[in-house]
């Protein structure tokens, strides 16, 4: 009953926030009508999409989708990406635009020059955006918080093994664990979106692994990766919304490629786990600031 009902929110506050700027079309797109990956459209799609790589060689289809990847690929980037002593091609496909930059599929969106701003940000979109972004962001912490708990358990069995290496993380990652009562609303929308484009590069790492090592949480990766994309979109509506746009981009090589082609499958396991429970600890960050930010939003009805 509680998913359903936060659900039912999250549309009404869609809808709500679609119909107030549905005269501007620069500021009309809510998640429920816009793209949110460019390659795919729904959970479904994604995986299909994913599973399309992964070769069989009983299947002549298989084959030749797998021709028309490779002969997509300059000769010479092909065989940079080409890992030694019979590994597989480099996971890092730099092969097409991140979908992170642009999660709501909207080139007007995606950054550029400054928007212009609507006269005033009212008290009541403010607060529809804070529900917006909390709704989707507790949705993307629950899934992550499942599948690391999912991966933990079907990878590694020892039930002392998070605390064994609770200290390890990815220098490459960003640590969410800034102030909640010090952070403005301008950069509660700035840096959740900065820092979870960190983790979408490697989510896409991760995603990768499931492919080529025939992993058996590509699914749950997939969720996971359509979930974020879904909370960086929100996040990028309220930007817009209230005249800003990102800082920057961050592109694939903040993940430096030593971290990537890992040979060994318990140092590439252990990798992808740091990933994944640092982006549920993170996306909590995310739950625990907008809802703090929506409940400092007085009512209409209690206003003088």
């Not at 529809?128 to 690391?148: I, P």
């Amino acid at each position: 009953m509680i998913i359903m009902k936060q659900k039912q929110e999250s549309s009404d506050i869609d809808q709500h926030l679609a119909a107030t700027y549905s005269s501007s079309s620069s500021l009309s797109s809510s998640s429920a009508s816009s793209p949110h990956l460019k390659s795919c459209t729904n959970r479904v799609h994604c995986r299909s999409i994913n599973r399309s790589l992964i070769m069989d060689g009983s299947s002549s289809s298989s084959l030749f989708i797998i021709s028309l990847f490779i002969a997509s690929l300059s000769l010479s980037n092909f065989l940079a990406a080409a890992a030694p002593f019979g590994e597989p091609a480099s996971r890092n496909l730099d092969v097409s635009a991140p979908s992170w930059t642009n999660p709501c599929g909207n080139p007007t969106m995606g950054g550029g020059s400054r928007p212009s701003a609507p006269p005033s940000a009212s008290q009541e979109i403010l607060s529809l955006l804070f529900h917006s972004v909390y709704n989707r962001a507790l949705k993307a912490a629950k899934q992550a918080l499942e599948v690391k708990n999912l991966f933990v358990n079907e990878t590694f069995g020892d039930p002392e093994f998070e605390l064994g290496v609770q200290h390890l993380r990815q220098d490459w990652l960003p640590q969410c664990n800034t102030d909640l009562d010090q952070t403005r609303v301008e950069d509660a929308f700035l840096n959740s979106f900065e820092k979870l484009q960190y983790f979408a590069v490697g989510l896409e790492q991760v995603r990768l692994d499931q492919i080529f090592y025939s992993g058996r949480h590509l699914d749950h990766v997939n969720d996971m990766e359509f979930d974020l994309i879904q909370l960086l979109c929100k996040l990028l509506h309220g930007m817009h919304i209230q005249g800003n746009r990102p800082r920057s981009h961050i592109s694939r090589q903040v993940m430096a490629q030593s971290y990537r082609d890992l040979r060994d499958p318990s140092l590439r396991n252990l990798r992808d786990y740091l990933i994944i429970r640092d982006l549920a600890h993170c996306t909590n960050h995310v739950v625990q600031l907008f809802d703090r930010l929506k409940n400092s939003i007085t009512p209409a009805s209690q206003q003088s």
